[in-house]
């Protein structure tokens, strides 16, 4: 089979597609509280433009897809887009990253529909902070997650993204949480993207010294996990706990990124950190043919960046979280 392989060597066989920019959710460090300035639905891939760019990324040797966002499932028929987009030469595996908001009416159809692994973001077990965090109901969440549990996702992984003063007490609780109900647990260092993520860099925690905090309490078994993403896991002795760490700012993962990430309104992005962009859109509803797409998409691949720079120019990336999907 083909493969995509950058100016830098790294073979690409992922890419993480963004459905919409909207959420039920305002975390904030994601999305300012009053945020409006959303896409139009006009400009964004209809499933038929989406099932064509991911057909051609999977001609190109892409196996695996994740649907993210803004929050994957306030667009309709989500379930819909991951049977077509499953039953795709190549493609390998189909995952989900969601707030968990709406999993209680949906993780059936979306595990039918051939959803093989997801992804949650939690950041604290206490309803009043939750809702100071994200403007949202915990209740719905820990529904939503036991929704996915019970539909049979294996793993479910909940992200929780640790801020100093705001959530880095709950470290352990959110440990014996994930021991209780069988959940692989990541800790993600906030990154400055937009003015939210730039003001969550002040509440940034090292995440070195969330693992020596572990330490002290439980033993930690370094070892890896699949997955393919940039998250070193630990396990923590006695127990199926799997830990993984995603520092993009204490120790960059840049020289294994095997991703580009495609927005609702078509647009490659190459680099989370960075600006390169390739739009597709234009190209899509000028009638572009397989070949042009691909054409298309290897030109994007040959811009991919070497690596962020979140850390040199922090101000630098000025579109939001929920634009690209984390
Ligand atoms: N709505 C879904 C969710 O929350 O999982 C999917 C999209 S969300 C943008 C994907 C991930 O990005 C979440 O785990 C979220 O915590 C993370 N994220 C958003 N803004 C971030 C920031 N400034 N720094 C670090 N992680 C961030
Ligand atoms: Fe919505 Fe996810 Fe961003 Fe939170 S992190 S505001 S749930 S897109």
């Known amino acids: 089979m083909q493969q995509l392989i950058d100016p830098f060597g790294r073979p690409i066989e992922y890419v993480r597609l963004s459905v919409t920019d909207r959420c039920d959710l305002r975390c904030n460090y994601c999305m300012p509280k009053g945020f409006r300035d959303f896409e139009e639905p006009e400009q964004w891939l209809d499933f038929t433009e989406i099932e064509r760019v991911i057909g051609a990324f999977g001609r190109l040797g892409v196996t695996r897809i994740r649907l993210t966002g803004g929050e994957p499932l306030v667009r309709h028929n989500i379930p819909e887009l991951a049977s077509r987009l499953a039953a795709l030469p190549n493609i390998e595996d189909l995952s989900l990253s969601t707030n968990a908001t709406r999993l209680d009416k949906h993780a059936q159809a979306l595990r039918q529909a051939g959803i093989s692994r997801i992804n949650v973001s939690l950041d604290s077990l206490r309803p009043e902070r939750f809702r100071e965090i994200t403007q949202g109901r915990l209740e719905k969440v820990l529904s939503g997650l036991m929704a996915a549990r019970d539909a049979g996702f294996a793993p479910i992984k909940i992200n929780m993204v640790v801020m100093a003063g705001v959530n880095d007490d709950e470290v352990e609780d959110m440990v014996e949480f994930c021991i209780e109900h069988g959940f692989t647990l990541r800790f993600i260092e906030t990154m400055p993207m937009g003015s939210t993520g730039a003001s969550a860099g002040r509440q940034y925690v090292n995440l070195q010294d969330v693992r020596r905090q572990l330490a002290r309490r439980f033993e930690l078994i370094p070892g890896v996990m699949h997955g393919g993403g940039p998250a070193r896991y630990v396990r923590i002795a006695g127990t199926e706990l799997r830990i993984g760490f995603i520092t993009p700012i204490s120790q960059h993962f840049c020289d294994t990124c095997n991703r580009v990430r495609l927005t609702a309104d078509g647009t490659i992005y190459l680099c989370l950190g960075q600006n390169d962009k390739l739009e597709l859109r234009p190209l899509l509803r000028a009638g572009a043919g397989d070949h042009d797409l691909e054409q298309a998409i290897l ?28």
């Open 299 to 326: 030109a994007a691949i040959a811009r991919k960046p070497e690596r962020h720079e979140f850390s040199e120019k922090p101000e630098q990336v000025v579109r939001f979280m929920s634009m690209t999907g984390g």
